[in-house]
């Protein structure tokens, strides 16, 4: 990437896990003036190509991945949080479906995660950060311990309609669910008839190595949430939903979007969810993440003390920063960005790596001797005063 003052970057952000293809993909600019010379919008009153193109292959591609999955009905929306919103709505329409007296309207969502800020999706997000100037948030909404099993009896009840859980929390600082935990949630689920919703916004898309980052647990959703990656950069979410358990409760009108469906966005993420879902990226997902993890060990020795734990898979880690060095973090976000490298925290002081899907092993790096760079100038070490006198030096010459 380059800024307006042209000054160079790396990009480990990839605009918060959207840009899994990259900036400036030429096949996708190509296709996105093609289709702009179309068709943009007509409604979603009127039958397009692209938006059963779209949902046919996410669900193929899922039932081929995910062998088992139950997911055959896709909604289309305009992002993360109006996917999860639609994935709320579904899970208490498939209740009042069932019984409109029922008093099964609870959500349950987990410590840490990150659900969006529409104000289903906030409720779902218990942040007081982000919560506290909008409250109240809706009623119904509960929230557990993230990876706590012994905790899920008595929060998963009669009166639950819905638990969403991130299987991996992007924003909550890179954690990952257990398999344990998910087939839990998936258990408790099924005993009070309530939905589970994956919320795969961040992670998902072949982010991990595999299509979804619940696929390794073998759990199957009744809903699963997507954005971000899906458009590169154009607005797009899906919500997928059970041919078993969701479709028979959801009719035609019972929630509805001007813009979802679009033959523009839809056609765009057609593209691109067919090259996110290719085994070859994939594959390359897991060579790259190597390279980082094993530089994680030596900036660990080189750093000692300020790396207390390296987590995440795929192209989605957390180095996390110790209880002495993560006050550093913001300085290590500046010094790596006027470097040339664009990286961003999450959590408590973990710096968040989330760069492109298709970003080479050179270009990575690269980054990571900038992130070497700036972190040797923010704990001052013996690396950075020698360069400092060397410039110094340099500069008296
Ligand atoms: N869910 C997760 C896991 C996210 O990471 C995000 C965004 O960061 C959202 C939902 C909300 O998505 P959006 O910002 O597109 O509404």
Same mark, same amino acid.
Not at 29 to 36: D, E, G, P, V
Not at 255 to 279: D, I, Q, S
């Given at each position: 990437?380059?800024?307006?003052?042209?000054?160079?970057?790396?990009?480990?952000? !990839?605009?918060? !896990?959207?840009?899994?293809?990259?900036?400036?993909?030429?096949?996708?600019?190509?296709?996105?003036a093609h289709q702009a010379e179309m068709l943009i919008h007509a409604s979603n009153l009127y039958h397009n190509a692209w938006t059963p193109?779209?949902?046919?292959l996410l669900i193929s591609e899922t039932q081929r991945q995910s062998p088992g999955s139950p997911l055959s009905q896709v909604f289309v929306s305009n992002s993360g949080s109006e996917a999860n919103e639609a994935a709320l709505k579904f899970a208490r329409k498939v209740a009042y479906s069932k019984?409109?007296?029922?008093?099964?309207?609870?959500?349950?969502?987990?410590?840490?995660?990150?659900?969006?800020?529409?104000?289903?999706?906030?409720?779902?997000?218990?942040?007081?950060?982000y919560q506290a100037p909008f409250g109240p948030m809706l009623p119904g909404f509960k929230y557990g311990v993230?990876?706590?099993?012994?905790?899920?009896?008595?929060l998963i009840t009669e009166k639950t309609c819905g638990v969403i859980v991130e299987p991996i929390q992007g924003e909550g600082g890179v954690n990952v669910a257990t398999s344990e935990f998910l087939k839990a949630v998936r258990d408790h689920c099924d005993r009070v008839g309530a939905?589970?919703?994956?919320?795969?916004?961040?992670?998902?898309?072949?982010?991990?190595?595999?299509?979804?980052?619940?696929t390794a647990s073998g759990v199957h959703p009744d809903i699963l949430t997507i954005a971000?990656?899906?458009?590169?950069g154009i607005p797009i979410g899906a919500t997928l939903g059970s041919g078993k358990s969701v479709a028979p409760h959801i009719k035609t009108g019972d929630h509805g979007t001007t813009f979802g469906g679009n033959p523009f966005a839809c056609r765009v993420a057609h593209h691109v969810f067919e090259r996110l879902a290719a085994t070859e990226m994939q594959e390359a997902v897991v060579e790259k993440s190597k390279i980082f993890t094993d530089t994680y060990e030596t900036l660990s020795r080189k750093y000692p003390g300020v790396f207390s734990e390296l987590r995440g898979r795929g192209l989605i880690l957390g180095f996390q920063l110790s209880d002495e060095a993560k006050g550093?973090?913001?300085?290590?976000?500046? !010094? !790596?960005?006027?470097?040339?490298?664009?990286?961003?925290?999450a959590g408590d002081g973990a710096l968040r790596i989330v760069p492109p899907l298709v970003i080479s092993a050179e270009e990575i790096k690269r980054g990571l001797e900038i992130l070497d760079k700036a972190m040797a100038v923010v704990f001052n070490t013996p690396d950075h005063v020698h360069k400092t006198k060397g410039q110094q030096e340099m500069a008296g010459r």
């Amino acid at each position: 990437m380059w800024d307006l003052e042209n000054r160079q970057y790396l990009d480990f952000t !990839a605009g918060i !896990a959207v840009n899994s293809l990259g900036h400036s993909d030429p096949r996708i600019s190509r296709l996105i003036a093609h289709q702009a010379e179309m068709l943009i919008h007509a409604s979603n009153l009127y039958h397009n190509a692209w938006t059963p193109a779209l949902s046919k292959l996410l669900i193929s591609e899922t039932q081929r991945q995910s062998p088992g999955s139950p997911l055959s009905q896709v909604f289309v929306s305009n992002s993360g949080s109006e996917a999860n919103e639609a994935a709320l709505k579904f899970a208490r329409k498939v209740a009042y479906s069932k019984n409109p007296e029922s008093d099964q309207r609870e959500i349950l969502s987990f410590h840490g995660s990150f659900h969006g800020r529409t104000l289903g999706s906030l409720s779902a997000t218990p942040n007081q950060k982000y919560q506290a100037p909008f409250g109240p948030m809706l009623p119904g909404f509960k929230y557990g311990v993230f990876n706590d099993i012994e905790s899920l009896p008595s929060l998963i009840t009669e009166k639950t309609c819905g638990v969403i859980v991130e299987p991996i929390q992007g924003e909550g600082g890179v954690n990952v669910a257990t398999s344990e935990f998910l087939k839990a949630v998936r258990d408790h689920c099924d005993r009070v008839g309530a939905m589970l919703i994956f919320d795969e916004i961040q992670c998902g898309l072949s982010r991990t190595g595999d299509l979804w980052a619940h696929t390794a647990s073998g759990v199957h959703p009744d809903i699963l949430t997507i954005a971000k990656a899906l458009g590169n950069g154009i607005p797009i979410g899906a919500t997928l939903g059970s041919g078993k358990s969701v479709a028979p409760h959801i009719k035609t009108g019972d929630h509805g979007t001007t813009f979802g469906g679009n033959p523009f966005a839809c056609r765009v993420a057609h593209h691109v969810f067919e090259r996110l879902a290719a085994t070859e990226m994939q594959e390359a997902v897991v060579e790259k993440s190597k390279i980082f993890t094993d530089t994680y060990e030596t900036l660990s020795r080189k750093y000692p003390g300020v790396f207390s734990e390296l987590r995440g898979r795929g192209l989605i880690l957390g180095f996390q920063l110790s209880d002495e060095a993560k006050g550093k973090a913001p300085e290590i976000i500046t !010094a !790596a960005r006027e470097r040339g490298l664009l990286v961003i925290t999450a959590g408590d002081g973990a710096l968040r790596i989330v760069p492109p899907l298709v970003i080479s092993a050179e270009e990575i790096k690269r980054g990571l001797e900038i992130l070497d760079k700036a972190m040797a100038v923010v704990f001052n070490t013996p690396d950075h005063v020698h360069k400092t006198k060397g410039q110094q030096e340099m500069a008296g010459r």
